[in-house]
């Protein structure tokens, strides 16, 4: 490996990105208060509250640590010219087509995932434990990580055989790669509600009711085409409690956390609901995944230039990373770690899009519900429940939050 203009930038940037979600950690763990706003005394007593910012503490700490392995690990990998012999080795094993391809990039992915597995069993099964949350087992855990991974499989390792295919056999491949993964990724939203998601949990459909016979009306009202009804066994893995729908089309559903439902009157459900319907209402499903194609198509544009053969862009890319060939398998990792500080900044610009979404699902909530306080108090509710950080750093906000912080939302509902 030797450095050049690409190489030395990203690596600034990786540092520089690192330094500001550090400081940014820092800045949230100090930006915790020492008492209770006086919005959540009602939720929060001050051992609860005591507990919340334990929480915040612990996450923040362990995420520098995250941070710092996923960092170290990939610039260890880089410097020792791991791509480039990597490369190599998959191509010595398989020759030059798309199994080699395959092979390259599956063991990218199984060497990533080792590599995490320990943290993630940490944050399960101590983090989450020490506060209460935890209700996942060993054998849960393991199932839930066998069928992740089949399910990588059978419909991830398919779409990335049918990219380089079309990378290395078709003109303008950039723009047919477009097409088949934007096809992918609407055929997987379509199918998820029933055949995805019921492989984690069970979906059992709302028994008929007072609560039913509410959400339906709330539906009705709305005319939000609701084909579904269910709760879900989210207790089984934790105490957390969460609502959402999913799907389009006919296959449109709504689920609830069993955890929710003990947990939130009929009112408090209803509003909560109103809010995931007014994201339908308020076309922020069909934005999102409008600009979701849009970027997508940019980035396979792009990637289109790091993985030309004839290229001096692609060359001096592969140069930075150590690897002597140029191919599409290389080429989508080299350019998805390129593009990785982009697409942190990116991702700031859409959370500030993702919270002002929320304000507007608020507000409709409120409007159509007529009861802001049933949506004020269900929130309150979750952020007990969850240990929620009440007091966030405007940075940590900035860079992460795809909601706005708790106090911003109950105020701006209790404002109309």
Not at 113 to 140: A, D, W
Not at 367 to 396: I, M, Q
Request: with cysteine; glycine share 8%; net charge neutral.
């Amino acid at each position: 490996m030797e450095p050049n203009a690409i190489g030395i930038t990203l690596l600034v940037a990786l540092l520089l990105l690192w330094n500001l979600d550090f400081v940014a950690t820092l800045l949230n763990i100090r930006a915790l208060e020492p008492e209770t706003p006086d919005e959540f005394k009602d939720v929060f007593d001050d051992g609860r509250f005591a507990k919340s910012q334990d929480y915040t503490r612990t996450n923040a700490r362990f995420g520098i640590i995250e941070s710092i392995v996923s960092l170290f690990t990939l610039l260890c990998f880089w410097f020792i010219g791991g791509f480039g012999w990597l490369d190599a080795l998959t191509r010595a094993w398989a020759g030059d087509g798309i199994f080699a391809g395959l092979l390259f990039l599956g063991l990218i992915f199984i060497g990533h995932y080792l590599i995490h597995l320990p943290l993630s069993i940490y944050s399960t099964f101590v983090i989450e434990e020490k506060f209460g949350f935890n209700r996942t087992t060993p054998g849960v855990f393991v199932a839930d990580q066998f069928k992740s991974l089949l399910l990588m499989l059978i419909l991830v390792a398919p779409l990335i055989a049918g990219i380089l295919w079309i990378f290395d056999s078709v003109p303008h491949a950039w723009l047919w790669a477009w097409l088949l993964f934007s096809g992918f990724q609407l055929f997987v939203t379509y199918i998820a509600p029933t055949a995805i998601l019921p492989l984690f949990n069970k979906f059992t459909p709302m028994p008929e009711g007072e609560l039913r016979t509410a959400i339906e009306r709330m539906a009705v009202k709305c005319e939000f085409p609701l084909a579904e009804i269910s709760e879900i066994d989210g207790s089984k893995r934790s105490t957390k409690a969460n609502a959402y729908f999913t799907g389009f089309g006919k296959t449109k559903r709504i689920a609830l956390y069993d955890t929710l439902v003990k947990e939130q009157t009929q009112g408090e459900l209803v509003a909560v609901l109103a809010h995931e319907i007014g994201h339908f209402k308020c076309r922020h499903i069909i934005q999102r995944m409008a600009v979701s194609i849009v970027q997508s198509g940019i980035l396979f544009f792009l990637l289109g230039l790091a993985v030309d053969p004839d290229g001096a862009f692609a060359r001096e890319l592969f140069d930075a990373f150590g690897v002597g060939t140029i191919s599409t398998a290389v080429g989508l990792v080299l350019f998805g770690i390129l593009f990785s500080p982009v697409s942190r900044l990116l991702g700031v610009l859409s959370n500030a899009w993702s919270r002002r979404h929320e304000f507007e699902a608020d507000a409709f909530a409120s409007k159509v519900t007529g009861h802001p306080e049933d949506l004020v108090t269900a929130l309150k509710k979750l952020s007990a429940n969850n240990l929620s950080n009440l007091t966030p750093h405007r940075l940590r906000v900035l860079l992460d939050y795809s909601h706005p912080p708790l106090l911003e939302r109950l105020r701006a509902l209790q404002s109309q």
